[in-house]
């Protein structure tokens, strides 16, 4: 079936480092994508979201790139900071009033 | 602040014994959301409603349902819990489609 999916499981950064979380998707008619920050034991926290007529988004310290051709999604962290250990989650919506999220990777910063 | 809440935050059952898990908004959004999230998986949606409008995804398993009984209270019933329903669930808020969703900080139930 129809799916979001991320390339990477875990992603090991350097605090200061810039961190990029890949994803890709499979639904061409998803016109909406957000990411979402989750940490353990919480609910998903909005981080950025970008509508399928943009392919770039900024915010403070991160960054959507969204590439419509290939489906693929990304997220950018300046400056990645402990604070930013976290799983981060990709999800689209296809304007059927449903996310269809995937899998996550585990971002884990080093001191 | 504006919020999106569940209670309890943990919720301890027994087999086959009914639970039902509560959320609450004060966003006064039309969508709200309930997903079931089991350790170190994505969220996956088990139903919504559009104000009154009900719309279950088509793997939810009979065993849950729900409720909501005005615009700021939604409810998750469990009819017969199994070991299988062990889960972080997750409830959300939206004002609409394409719009963010708004997470509660979930309710994690455990079934004995």
């Known amino acids: 079936g129809e799916s979001v999916g991320l390339h990477l499981p875990t992603l090991s950064v350097q605090e200061g480092d810039n961190s990029i979380i890949n994803c890709a998707y499979s639904?061409?008619?998803?016109?909406?994508f957000i990411w979402y920050k989750q940490e353990s034991g919480k609910g998903p926290q909005f981080i950025i979201d970008i509508r399928s007529n943009m392919d770039k988004r900024q915010g403070q310290r991160v960054t959507v790139l969204l590439n419509k051709t290939v489906k693929h999604l990304s997220l950018q962290i300046a400056a990645t900071q402990p604070g930013d250990s976290a799983v981060y989650f990709c999800a689209d919506d296809t304007g059927r009033r449903a996310l269809t999220f995937g899998s996550g990777t585990r971002l884990q910063v080093q001191p | 602040d504006a919020m999106v809440i569940q209670n309890p935050r943990y919720q301890v059952t027994q087999f086959g014994k009914p639970v039902t898990l509560s959320c609450s908004q004060t966003?006064?959004?039309?969508?709200m959301y309930w997903y079931q999230q089991k350790s170190s998986q994505a969220p996956k949606l088990l139903f919504h409603?559009?104000?009154?409008?009900?719309?279950n995804e088509a793997d939810t398993p009979d065993n849950f349902q729900s409720r909501r009984p005005n615009t700021s209270f939604c409810f998750l019933d469990i009819r017969s819990p199994g070991l299988g329903d062990a889960a972080m669930y997750l409830c959300?808020?939206?004002?609409?489609?394409?719009?963010?969703?708004?997470f509660g900080p979930g309710t994690r139930l455990t079934v004995t």
């Open positions: 409603y559009y104000d009154k409008d009900f719309n």
């Open positions: 959300a808020t939206s004002k609409a489609a394409g719009f963010e969703q708004y």
């Open positions: 966003l006064n959004h039309n969508v």
């Open positions: 639904n061409s008619a998803s016109d909406y």
